[in-house]
């Protein structure tokens, strides 16, 4: 998509700029607000570039990029607040991360909707006004907004800012001679807390040949959808349809199931949205999420939208079935996704295609298909495939044991031109290996920092050895994952030990993982709060897995 990557670069440009007013012209109090300044130049750039791009649906690149970043992090017992505080400057690092960069965009479209675009704008003069060439913290925005609008801005800013989560919410519909007699929308605290969540959002009624949109002010815990009174019962409803809302929003199995059938792009991209948070949330059942994500993937024309769904529809396959169930649905994905490969699409949405089937292409008829596309045996319109691609389709293959493991990678090495990628090759190959022991002396040597120099290479080594396809024998190993973790903090970039744990017990769901985390974290109480809070995010899945099979 080459007016993204022009939008990219403009956007870079623009951030940066910003800062000049947020970050340097006005400077924050303390690092606490270090997001502040971030967010500011992101919101900023948006109002700079967006409008240079009309032809990009910005709204739901927002949405499909944003919201499912943020829920990540935010569903999970290790998430944190917007605004956290700081004790000691040499922990600034652990401030950033998927809550600053992807639910503090929202929370700032959610407050240009609640004190008006007009007034927004005014407010961030007087803020620059007021503080230039000098320190500013949230709460000095805060306050000129408060004095400024009607709205408690003070309050507002207490649940979204200060505290941590997202609101769960339910509806309770009652229809009387095929027309809406009242809907309530209901919410609460994910964790638990009294937190409520102010916010405006969008439901829309979906109908055999129409879409009926109402913006909905959410105040409290329950709100009576007084506008949609006297319509016509719709065919499904779709909460937060517009994607600006932030939350758990009601699905059934029907509406998930009929998300491919949605004709607005924006609507249809929300629903799966939901799909996926209720199915980890355990209010739909996996397979339901899992089938109405393969729909997608059959029918769906939309690059944003189709790269949304190939993520949800790996992830739920890998880590919410089980092994028996996976090898019984593989033949079926597999097969329809290769015929759909095979059909007339455009190049972006026939990758997001090929990344789905290539990824579950370990077995049966599929392994042979995946070995003919790297030995170019078969040729698929439109699918381009560059030298990086055909490498790391040689290391899926060699992941998937295909019979000729060794000839494939001997073969592939040969064809990587570049010295760097070369080395990479080589330094993943034993990650790759047939012999357990080869990729456990690989794993092992990561004790050593300078085995982690290259942290992306590393990353990716931990990948393949720890792939659920190697667990039975990985198993073994995986507790030194995370006796090294604060060595790998300490000797690491900011965002590897995120990295390094998804990559090794992030990827696993079985009742001995859960073990093996427990016992660590019971045998650490004093564990540093960041890192800890960085286990439970990356095992997230692994404990949801582990309480839903218990159900």
């Known amino acids: 998509m080459p007016k993204l990557t022009h939008w990219n670069r403009a956007n870079l440009i623009a951030h940066e700029v910003s800062h000049m007013w947020f970050g340097n012209l006005v400077t924050m109090d303390w690092f606490d607000d270090?997001?502040?300044k971030e967010v500011f130049a992101n919101f900023m750039a948006a109002k700079v570039v967006n409008p240079n791009f009309p032809e990009v649906n910005f709204d739901l690149l927002t949405l499909v990029t944003k919201a499912p970043r943020a829920y990540a992090v935010d569903r999970t017992q290790g998430t944190n607040a917007i605004r956290q505080p700081l004790d000691n400057l040499n922990n600034a690092g652990s401030l950033y991360g998927g809550i600053i960069?992807?639910?503090?965009p929202i929370m700032m479209?959610?407050?240009?909707?609640?004190?008006?675009?007009?007034?927004?704008?005014?407010?961030?003069?007087?803020?620059?006004?007021?503080y230039a060439n000098g320190n500013a913290s949230w709460n000095d925005l805060v306050n000129i907004f408060d004095v400024n609008s009607d709205a408690d801005i003070k309050a507002w800013s207490e649940v979204w800012v200060n505290q941590s989560g997202r609101p769960v919410f339910t509806n309770e519909a009652v229809y009387e001679k095929g027309l809406i007699k009242s809907l309530i929308l209901h919410q609460k605290a994910e964790d638990g807390s009294v937190n409520l969540w102010p916010q405006q959002l969008e439901v829309a009624l979906i109908y055999p040949d129409s879409i009926a949109k109402r913006t909905l002010h959410i105040n409290g815990a329950s709100q009576d959808m007084t506008s949609l009174q006297g319509m016509p019962k719709p065919k499904a409803i779709v909460y937060n349809s517009n994607g600006a809302g932030y939350g758990v929003f009601p699905i059934d199995p029907h509406t998930a199931l009929s998300s491919f059938k949605i004709k607005d792009d924006i609507v249809r991209a929300s629903n799966y949205i939901n799909t996926y948070e209720n199915a980890l949330s355990g209010?739909?059942?996996v397979p339901t999420?899992?089938?109405a994500f393969f729909?997608?993937?059959?029918?769906?024309?939309?690059?944003?939208?189709?790269?949304?769904?190939?993520?949800?529809?790996?992830?739920?396959y890998w880590n919410f079935l089980s092994e028996d169930e996976r090898i019984k649905l593989q033949p079926k994905f597999s097969k329809a996704l290769w015929a759909r490969l095979n059909t007339n699409l455009t190049t972006a949405v026939k990758k997001s295609v090929y990344t789905a089937f290539s990824n579950l292409a370990y077995q049966g008829e599929s392994l042979n298909q995946l070995y003919a596309v790297w030995n170019t045996d078969v040729t698929i319109d439109s699918l381009k495939l560059n030298e990086k691609d055909y490498t790391n389709l040689a290391m899926k293959l060699a992941l998937y044991a295909h019979p000729k493991h060794d000839e494939i990678l001997n073969t592939a090495e040969t064809q990587i031109s570049s010295q760097d990628a070369k080395d990479r090759f080589q330094f993943l190959r034993p990650a790759l290996s047939l012999n357990d022991e080869d990729r456990k002396a690989l794993f092992e040597s990561f004790k050593d920092v300078a085995h982690r120099k290259n942290t992306d290479w590393v990353r990716t080594a931990n990948y393949y050895i720890h792939h659920p396809l190697h667990q039975k024998e990985a198993i073994s190993y995986l507790p030194l994952s995370l006796d090294v973790l604060e060595e790998v903090k300490n000797t690491s970039d900011l965002f590897f030990p995120l990295k390094w744990l998804d990559s090794t017990i992030g990827q696993y769901q079985s009742e001995e993982a859960k073990t093996i985390l427990d016992t660590y974290l019971n045998a650490n109480p004093n564990l540093n709060k960041q890192?800890?809070?960085?286990?439970?995010q990356a095992t997230d899945n692994l404990s949801r897995y582990q309480e839903m099979i218990k159900n």
Request: no cysteine; aromatic share 10%; net charge positive.
């Open 34 to 36: 270090v997001w502040l």
């Open 101 to 104: 960069y992807n639910k503090a």
């Open 109 to 130: 479209n959610q407050l240009e909707m609640l004190v008006g675009k007009a007034q927004f704008q005014l407010g961030l003069q007087e803020y620059i006004i007021t």
């Open 283 to 285: 209010n739909i059942p």
């Open 289 to 291: 999420a899992l089938n």
């Open 295 to 316: 729909k997608g993937l059959q029918y769906e024309t939309n690059e944003l939208i189709i790269s949304t769904i190939s993520s949800n529809f790996g992830s739920l």
């Open 531 to 536: 890192l800890k809070a960085k286990i439970l």
